[in-house]
């Protein structure tokens, strides 16, 4: 099966969906990827404290040269065009190590992605937004990170920011809903906003969020200074879940209260375990890539599974060449790597578990 579509466009979803469940039946891809991430740049305008490269609580903090690494507009437009080549994606995620509205390019970019007719996701804090200039490009969602719902827990988990910031964040997410943009908020369960749970939902009330977002952190690094605490763990999973889902059924909220729950209950109590993907399985290699400012190739989202350069190599032969099948066989065989226990990529990969089990059913 090749799945490949004609040139600036991907082929039907579901054709799509069945190369991609070919590809795990085989263990070899039948396509290209459906959906790449785009890192712009590595700087960032919040210090947010679960955060992998920009955390004040990291043991090793990144250098101030790798902090002002961004993609030059020229390379950006060259790996469009080899994304264009492979016929098969969808969806472009913009976002970065750092803030992507901090790009002077970011706007350009976002129309240069919506003008081949992908679906663009874009990531931010919103605080660095040209809101009139953002509600022009109108990407077709954006995923806010919020991570506190006052300004007192949302300067706790941005050190740094006070309640300017958090009251210029609400003024954006008004903006936004004004605009009829499609917006998610997203919070990073962590010690400092555990126990605003039940009030995020509210605010996904108050600002018409699409949908409300919730994950335990994925700490590391240092950062696992700011777990949820024990008390925490049962409060969250117990009374905590119970009165969120009704707040949120109540109020008509879409939420992934259900994912949040099953990252709880993975752990078996340790916070830092947030998933069972030895369970569940890996799909990323058969339907998404990341790219770094760097143009280094990511199996995903996990910065430590490398698999290539696009200075060397071209996307297609990192694509279906040996590196990147060498991960796809090493966690279809279980051998999971580190960062693979807290996976950035659980709710995608056990809708493709879903899909898998569907089709394999008697």
């Known amino acids: 099966m090749n799945a490949k579509g004609p040139a600036g466009g991907a082929p039907p979803l579901k054709q799509a969906w069945a190369a991609v469940l070919e590809g795990l039946r085989s263990g070899q891809p039948q396509a290209g990827p459906m959906s790449v991430h785009i890192d712009i740049t590595n700087g960032c305008n919040a210090r947010c404290v679960t955060c992998w490269d920009h955390s004040p609580l990291l043991t090793t903090p990144r250098p101030v040269a790798w902090k002002r690494r961004r993609m030059a507009m020229a390379d950006f437009e060259d790996l469009l065009a080899q ?216 199996y995903c989202c996990d910065t430590e599974l490398t698999v290539g350069s696009l200075a060397e190599h071209s996307f297609e032969e990192l694509w279906y060449g040996a590196a990147w099948q060498a991960w796809r066989t090493r966690l279809a065989a279980g051998d999971l790597a580190a960062g693979c226990h807290r996976c950035g990529k659980y709710e995608q990969n056990r809708a493709w578990r879903a899909r898998l089990d569907k089709v394999e059913r008697p």
């Open 83 to 298: 994304l264009d080549a492979l016929g098969s994606v969808r969806d472009v995620v913009l976002s970065g190590m750092g803030e992507p509205l901090t790009h002077p390019d970011a706007y350009a970019m976002i129309d240069a992605l919506r003008a081949r007719g992908w679906r663009v996701t874009l990531i931010t804090n919103l605080l660095a937004a040209d809101l009139d200039r953002l509600v022009a490009c109108a990407p077709d969602q954006l995923l806010v990170g919020v991570h506190g719902v006052t300004p007192e827990v949302y300067g706790a988990f941005h050190p740094g920011w006070d309640e300017d910031h958090f009251f210029r964040l609400c003024a954006g997410l008004r903006a936004l809903q004004r605009a009829g943009l499609r917006v998610r908020h997203v919070h990073a369960i962590s010690g400092p906003n555990a126990g605003q749970l039940v009030e995020m939902v509210r605010f996904g009330r108050l600002f018409r969020a699409e949908r409300v977002n919730l994950k335990l952190a994925s700490l590391a690094g240092g950062t696992e200074a700011c777990a949820v605490s024990p008390a925490q763990l049962v409060w969250l999973g117990g009374d905590g879940m119970d009165q969120a889902r009704a707040l949120a059924e109540r109020l008509g909220v879409d939420t992934n209260l259900d994912l949040l729950a099953r990252q709880l209950a993975a752990g078996g109590g340790d916070a830092l375990v947030t998933t069972d993907m030895a369970r569940v399985g890996c799909a990323m290699g058969y339907v998404y890539a990341r790219v770094t400012v760097d143009r280094e190739l990511l």
